[in-house]
């Protein structure tokens, strides 16, 4: 059967296989455009996320709005995921087991949705996909991995520890568009 968005929630949310199902109000599978050319991919919900079932409403999620909004976003354009689907207790790091318990379900989200960049927010996602790198080394730099292009950035969340934050996530945000026509253009010669 033809895999879909759809199908993945359903399968999320009658998922099991981590200890995370005992303690979640809502699975948070992801939320957005089928059709995004932008995905993000966050850690883990946190507890309005958890609450509502969807990815980033919380006060992490204003600063993503904002960045959004700085590039001419709306949530409604890009697909906003996250590691692991449902809500850690007391927001701890996810452990290996649940983003193991987890890959799948995101690995097909990003096979259907096709994105032409995938914005990874902070070091837990970053690791999911190009492990070994330090995200205050290599925030910002577009890494190409498997067919796919990644962008690892800091986590809008770490900005409201550390307002200093802000104007580097800023800068990155800005480089989104440009990496995007660059990939567009590479497209076209490709074509001829
Ligand atoms: N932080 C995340 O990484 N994801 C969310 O959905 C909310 C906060």
Not at 15 to 28: I, P, Y
Not at 56 to 68: E, Q, R, S
Not at 162 to 178: G, M, S, T, W
Request: charged content about 30%.
């Amino acid at each position: 059967m033809k895999d879909t968005l759809i199908k993945i929630e359903e399968e999320v949310a009658a998922c099991q296989a981590c200890q995370l199902c005992k303690t979640r109000t809502n699975t948070v599978p992801g939320y957005g455009s089928s059709q995004a050319d932008v995905m993000f991919i966050g850690e883990a919900p946190g507890k309005n996320e958890d609450l509502q079932g969807k990815p980033f409403i919380g006060a992490a999620g204003k600063v993503l709005d904002g960045l959004l909004a700085s590039i001419n976003l709306k949530r409604e354009d890009v697909f906003i995921a996250n590691v692991v689907k449902c809500r850690p207790p007391l927001n701890r790091d996810p452990l290996p087991e649940e983003v193991a318990a987890c890959a799948d379900f995101l690995q097909r989200q990003v096979t259907l949705i096709r994105p032409k960049i995938i914005i990874l927010l902070g070091r837990h996602a970053m690791d999911r996909f190009i492990p070994g790198l330090k995200i205050s080394l290599d925030h910002g730099k577009p890494k190409r991995k498997d067919g796919n292009v990644y962008f690892p950035i800091y986590h809008p969340a770490a900005t409201i520890y550390n307002r200093a934050l802000i104007e580097e996530l800023q800068k990155d945000f800005k480089k989104i568009p440009k990496i995007i026509d660059m990939i567009e253009k590479e497209k076209d010669q490709l074509r001829g």
